[in-house]
T-cell receptor, first 117, second 113 residues
Framework: AQSVTQLDSQVPVFEEAPVELRCNYS??????LFWYVQYPNQGLQLLLK??????LVKGINGFEAEFNKSQTSFHLRKPSVHISDTAEYFC???????????????FGTGTKLQVIP | DTAVSQTPKYLVTQMGNDKSIKCEQN?????MYWYKQDSKKFLKIMFS???????INETVPNRFSPKSPDKAHLNLHINSLELGDSAVYFC????????????FGPGTRLTVT
């Protein structure tokens, strides 16, 4: 079964400092990988996704992530964070077929990014 | 114009009651989902419909019954509400399955007392 691990439940970082949010997945087949962001009291929105091709994926708001197949990781990075980046970040993976033959997306437990002024 | 909308935004009710949450998307998507997010922010898929057909039904009590009257709507009815049903419920939609971006609604915060 596929799974997603976000080891850091909370990451405090000072404004304008770089940040990396870690995501590891387990899967025996090719995967699709996603990062979503959830601002307070809102639904999730897509930051970026990896389907195939270049392992470095650029997303919205200056975020990027690198797919590393050998380490089964998809870490999210930003070189300089802003106060407005304070939010919950979810890594997600899709590969597994359910009993009906359909793929489903499994979300990690989330990492709360707290940007300190 | 809101892409994925849910009503109500807040729902406070007593144990044993029956309630419904409605979801509508105006994106023309074929696939819709219901997720449950608990107090620790853990997000778990409950159901997924593709072209009005139920394709994903995770281990959810049968007190929860989704209904898709058309591709743009996916409602969630919950019978005999329990304390453990308290959570935020998100509706989402996507153009297709799995490798497509999901668009989430604003959530419905359900509190069972």
């Amino acid at each position: 079964a596929q799974s997603v691990t976000q080891l850091d439940s909370q990451v405090p970082v000072f404004e304008e400092a770089p940040v990396e949010l870690r995501c590891n997945y387990s899967s025996s087949v090719s995967v699709y990988l996603f990062w979503y962001v959830q601002y307070p009291n809102q639904g999730l929105q897509l930051l970026l996704k990896y389907l195939s091709g270049s392992t470095l994926v650029k997303g919205i708001n200056g975020f990027e992530a690198e797919f590393n197949k050998s380490q089964t990781s998809f870490h999210l990075r930003k070189p300089s964070v802003h106060i407005s980046d304070t939010a919950e970040y979810f890594c997600a993976v899709s590969d597994e077929l359910n009993s009906g033959g359909y793929q489903k997306v499994t979300f990690g437990t989330g990492t709360k990014l707290q940007v300190i002024p | 114009d809101t892409a994925v909308s849910q009503t109500p935004k807040y729902l406070v009710t007593q144990m044993g009651n029956d309630k419904s949450i409605k979801c509508e998307q105006n994106l023309g998507h074929d696939t819709m989902y219901w997720y449950k997010q608990d107090s620790k922010k853990f997000l778990k898929i409950m159901f997924s419909y593709n072209n009005k057909e139920l394709i994903i039904n995770e281990t959810v009590p049968n007190r929860f019954s989704p209904k898709s009257p058309d591709k743009a709507h996916l409602n969630l009815h919950i019978n005999s509400l329990e304390l453990g049903d308290s959570a935020v419920y998100f509706c989402a939609s996507s153009q297709g399955l799995a490798n497509y971006e999901q668009y989430f609604g604003p959530g419905t915060r359900l509190t069972v007392t």
